[in-house]
């Protein structure tokens, strides 16, 4: 989180990488080359392989639990429950951001109830009464003479490894590693203002579908304006798409050649209204730059055929007046309610009934959706390594 300042802030720009994707759909009169591939059935409906998905790739790879903008304070807390883990972010007095398994270490007892995030100096345990701070350390407890040999420094909450970069907060589930491919990410997430945005919505979605259906529709341009028809689809065309790699996460971008010519593709402003780009995240995760806006998604697997999606806007400064806060309600409930909730996650589930009945053998991945088959390459690479 940063301070705001009195100062004009310097007019954002693009990294490299992303002016590098521009760039080669600019350059470009046809499309590149692609070929037809597919992906197996059972990667989707098998029990077994999601066991070794949730082992491999989500008990042990970073993650994204959500933005910084859901904690803009000091002194607040939020329990999230997604992971298959009672988590407990916090942002402490000095503005860092924590993670916690969210467990009073005197009888296990969960420390903070519900999902909204609260504002509260000290977390004290419903069962006892034990206090702790939001950055993790033992405060007190009732009747400590009746615990004489209680080392209060060692009774700390448990804290799991995190990284704040790019207005984004991200943890490892187990042991320690390597944030480094978050922290490159990051520089993008800075260039889109994501860490100075504010939080306009979140809303918990659960999409009876594997997590990988979910993050399909997000790899392809293919199906917007025939599911989206009713939506957002007559705002697209087919574009031309460029992508590469930030470690095992996607970076992708779409464009139009035709509307790119001539553009300072320097301007973040003009590029984001020129270039829809998209970052499609291992484990899964989304961020989808709108022109005036930011979707993150956290994709969040529970069964092979189920899955918690948490969507948050975020929003470059408060509604200031109502007419603004009615804009941004109307950019809501048209991506959140409408295209994702009522077409892309529907359009996962009936995925899942079709491949469920065992009907089809393997999915076939036109040119338009090579970015599927890439995707799983790194699911599947990311299975082998965790093996």
């Given at each position: 989180?940063?301070?705001?300042?009195t100062a004009?802030?310097?007019?954002?720009?693009?990294?490299?990488?992303?002016?590098?994707?521009?760039?080669?759909?600019?350059?470009?009169?046809?499309?590149?080359?692609?070929?037809?591939?597919?992906v197996?059935?059972?990667?989707?409906?098998?029990?077994?392989?999601?066991?070794?998905?949730?082992?491999a790739?989500f008990?042990?790879?970073?993650?994204?639990?959500?933005?910084?903008?859901?904690?803009?304070?000091?002194?607040m807390?939020?329990p999230?429950?997604?992971?298959?883990?009672?988590?407990?972010?916090?942002?402490?007095?000095?503005?860092t951001?924590?993670?916690?398994?969210n467990v009073c270490?005197h009888?296990?007892?969960?420390?903070?109830?519900?999902?909204?995030?609260?504002?509260?100096?000290?977390?004290v345990?419903?069962?006892?009464?034990?206090?702790y701070?939001?950055?993790?350390?033992l405060?007190?407890l009732?009747?400590?003479?009746t615990?004489?040999?209680?080392?209060?420094?060692?009774?700390?909450?448990?804290?799991?490894?995190?990284?704040?970069?790019?207005?984004?907060?991200?943890?490892?589930?187990?042991?320690?590693?390597?944030?480094?491919?978050?922290?490159?990410?990051?520089?993008?997430?800075?260039?889109?203002?994501?860490g100075?945005?504010?939080?306009?919505?979140?809303r918990?979605?659960?999409?009876?579908?594997?997590?990988?259906?979910?993050m399909?529709?997000?790899?392809?341009s293919?199906?917007?304006?025939?599911?989206h028809?009713?939506?957002?689809?007559p705002f697209?065309?087919?574009?031309?798409?460029?992508?590469?790699?930030?470690?095992?996460?996607?970076?992708?971008?779409?464009?139009r050649?035709?509307?790119?010519?001539?553009?300072?593709?320097?301007?973040?402003?003009?590029?984001?209204?020129l270039?829809?780009?998209?970052?499609?995240?291992?484990p899964g995760?989304?961020?989808?730059?709108?022109?005036d806006?930011?979707?993150?998604?956290?994709?969040?697997?529970?069964?092979?055929?189920?899955?918690?999606?948490?969507?948050?806007?975020?929003?470059?400064?408060?509604?200031?007046?109502?007419?603004?806060?009615?804009?941004?309600?109307?950019?809501?409930?048209?991506?959140?309610?409408?295209?994702?909730?009522?077409?892309?996650?529907?359009?996962a589930?009936l995925?899942?009934?079709?491949?469920?009945?065992?009907?089809?053998d393997e999915?076939?991945?036109?040119t338009?959706?090579?970015?599927?088959?890439?995707?799983?390459?790194?699911?599947?690479?990311?299975?082998?390594?965790?093996?």
């Open positions: 989180m940063s301070v705001a300042s004009a802030a310097p007019p954002l720009r693009p990294t490299a990488g992303m002016l590098a994707l521009a760039q080669a759909i600019a350059g470009s009169g046809t499309p590149p080359a692609a070929t037809q591939s597919t197996p059935a059972t990667v989707y409906t098998d029990p077994a392989y999601f066991a070794r998905e949730k082992e790739i008990d042990r790879l970073p993650q994204i639990l959500c933005p910084s903008a859901l904690l803009p304070e000091p002194g807390a939020v999230h429950d997604g992971t298959g883990r009672p988590l407990l972010i916090t942002r402490d007095a000095g503005g951001a924590h993670v916690f398994l270490r009888r296990g007892t969960r420390l903070v109830e519900g999902s909204e995030v609260q504002c509260a100096r000290r977390l345990c419903p069962y006892h009464a034990w206090t701070t939001v950055d993790g350390r405060l007190a009732p009747r400590p003479d615990f004489p040999t209680l080392q209060k420094d060692a009774m700390g909450l448990i804290e799991l490894p995190s990284k704040e970069c790019g207005g984004l907060i991200w943890f490892f589930p187990d042991t320690p590693g390597d944030f480094s491919d978050a922290v490159t990410l990051g520089e993008d997430f800075d260039a889109l203002g994501m100075e945005h504010v939080l306009f919505r979140r918990m979605h659960e999409v009876k579908g594997n997590w990988k259906l979910v399909d529709a997000f790899l392809e293919y199906h917007v304006t025939r599911l028809s009713q939506t957002i689809g697209f065309k087919d574009g031309i798409t460029s992508g590469d790699r930030i470690g095992p996460h996607l970076r992708s971008a779409v464009g050649l035709e509307d790119m010519r001539g553009a300072d593709l320097s301007d973040m402003a003009q590029l984001r209204r270039v829809t780009f998209a970052y499609q995240l291992l995760a989304l961020v989808i730059p709108s022109p806006y930011i979707n993150v998604m956290t994709v969040m697997p529970q069964a092979h055929d189920r899955t918690l999606v948490e969507d948050f806007m975020l929003i470059p400064e408060p509604p200031a007046t109502d007419k603004a806060r009615d804009h941004w309600e109307r950019s809501w409930n048209l991506l959140d309610g409408g295209v994702f909730a009522g077409e892309d996650f529907r359009a589930e995925g899942q009934q079709g491949l469920s009945s065992g009907a089809v999915i076939v991945l036109g338009l959706e090579s970015g599927i088959r890439r995707y799983h390459e790194t699911v599947e690479a990311a299975l082998a390594a965790g093996h």
